[in-house]
């Protein structure tokens, strides 16, 4: 029998508040934009807006991918839109005449299987239209694997962003184990994935990426690994080259999802950012109970850029 654990006192969320939040949540809502903070429920979302970080969520919102931990809706995608680059450029730019604090626009998707090479089309015009009418503002992209199809990943790369982020989400021996949950279904972190698509996403991008990219991955805890599994993982992304990590605890969406096996504590998520940086090499690592990919993430760019230049 699966038993629920009880969120221990340090997974506690920030009421969203500060001037700028404040701001953009009112632009945003008044020029009818979707973004990831908002409608994920993201824990960080005051803390990112009031940095002028944005996440932006492109070619739909059905995934052909039903992976265990996400909420996103899985099932059969509607026709691309080859007008959203144009209409995400020119969000962004509406917000900026509005004297919006925007500085990191951090561009996603769900996983579209059925048009991998069209979706990657589409991220690498949204990055040039982006930047066409915004070229102060620094461009991260959160890509899917794309089945490992490096043709794809290439128009991506092509585009020039500022920063390739790619989820390995979690350790290799999880990505197809089983678990039923408290509702009867079974599922697993990753079923239509496969870790080596994950790093050769990573690996390419660092080499076929223009000087000065940084690359970037996050991992999950929480769902059954080991550290010693954690620490493997990490090896394999400084092996690969990856500038920053991002490490959080996975917090269950509904008891149709994975449920969580354990909750990490603060000092630990501290250990394992001193591990990674100064024993495994990588330059930054970002790690803390509600750490997600996009977390601090125009600090990273301002702190890498620079030395990669």
């Given at each position: 029998?699966?038993?629920?654990?009880?969120?221990?006192?340090?997974?506690?969320?920030?009421?969203?508040?500060?001037?700028?939040?404040?701001?953009?949540?009112?632009?945003?809502?008044?020029?009818?934009?979707?973004?990831?903070?908002?409608?994920?429920?993201?824990?960080?979302?005051?803390?990112?807006?009031?940095?002028?970080?944005?996440?932006?969520?492109?070619?739909?919102?059905?995934?052909?991918?039903?992976?265990?931990?996400?909420?996103?809706?899985?099932?059969?995608?509607?026709?691309?839109?080859?007008?959203?680059?144009?209409?995400?450029?020119?969000?962004?730019?509406?917000?900026?005449?509005?004297?919006?604090?925007?500085?990191?626009?951090?561009?996603?998707?769900?996983?579209?299987?059925?048009?991998?090479?069209?979706?990657?089309?589409?991220?690498?015009?949204?990055?040039?239209?982006?930047?066409?009418?915004?070229?102060?503002?620094?461009?991260?992209v959160l890509v899917p694997?794309?089945?490992?199809?490096?043709?794809?990943?290439?128009?991506?790369?092509?585009?020039?962003?500022?920063?390739?982020?790619?989820n390995i989400e979690t350790?290799?021996?999880?990505?197809?184990?089983?678990?039923?949950?408290?509702?009867?279904?079974?599922?697993?972190?990753?079923?239509?994935?496969?870790?080596?698509?994950?790093?050769?996403?990573?690996?390419?991008?660092?080499?076929?990426?223009?000087?000065?990219?940084?690359?970037?991955?996050?991992?999950?805890?929480?769902?059954?690994?080991?550290?010693?599994?954690?620490?493997?993982?990490?090896?394999?992304?400084?092996?690969?080259?990856?500038?920053?990590?991002?490490?959080?605890?996975?917090?269950?969406?509904?008891?149709?999802?994975?449920?969580?096996?354990?909750?990490?504590?603060?000092?630990?998520?501290?250990?394992?950012?001193?591990?990674?940086?100064?024993?495994?090499?990588?330059?930054?690592?970002?790690?803390?109970?509600?750490?997600?990919?996009?977390?601090?993430?125009?600090?990273?760019?301002?702190?890498?850029?620079?030395?990669?230049?």
């Open positions: 029998m699966i038993q629920t654990l009880r969120k221990p006192s340090w997974i506690k969320a920030k009421i969203p508040a500060g001037s700028n939040y404040t701001r953009l949540r009112s632009l945003t809502r008044n020029l009818n934009l979707h973004t990831v903070c908002e409608e994920a429920q993201c824990p960080n979302v005051g803390e990112c807006w009031g940095a002028g970080t944005l996440t932006f969520m492109i070619l739909g919102d059905i995934c052909t991918r039903s992976c265990g931990f996400c909420a996103v809706k899985t099932g059969k995608p509607g026709d691309i839109d080859w007008n959203e680059p144009e209409k995400v450029a020119r969000a962004v730019k509406e917000l900026k005449i509005h004297d919006a604090y925007l500085t990191h626009v951090v561009i996603t998707s769900v996983n579209r299987d059925d048009k991998n090479f069209e979706s990657a089309l589409i991220f690498a015009e949204t990055i040039r239209k982006v930047r066409e009418y915004n070229p102060e503002i620094a461009i991260e694997d794309f089945k490992g199809d490096i043709k794809a990943l290439k128009e991506v790369l092509d585009a020039k962003p500022d920063v390739l982020d790619h350790v290799p021996r999880l990505y197809y184990l089983h678990v039923e949950t408290e509702s009867g279904l079974k599922c697993s972190v990753r079923p239509q994935a496969r870790y080596e698509w994950s790093l050769r996403v990573l690996e390419h991008g660092k080499e076929l990426g223009h000087k000065g990219l940084l690359t970037k991955s996050g991992i999950m805890v929480g769902l059954g690994e080991e550290i010693e599994e954690i620490i493997e993982t990490l090896w394999d992304l400084k092996n690969l080259g990856c500038d920053i990590v991002t490490i959080g605890q996975y917090l269950r969406p509904s008891l149709d999802h994975l449920p969580v096996v354990r909750y990490y504590h603060p000092l630990e998520f501290e250990s394992l950012k001193k591990y990674g940086e100064t024993i495994i090499g990588i330059p930054h690592i970002e790690a803390g109970p509600l750490v997600r990919s996009s977390y601090h993430a125009e600090k990273q760019v301002m702190k890498l850029s620079g030395a990669l230049s």
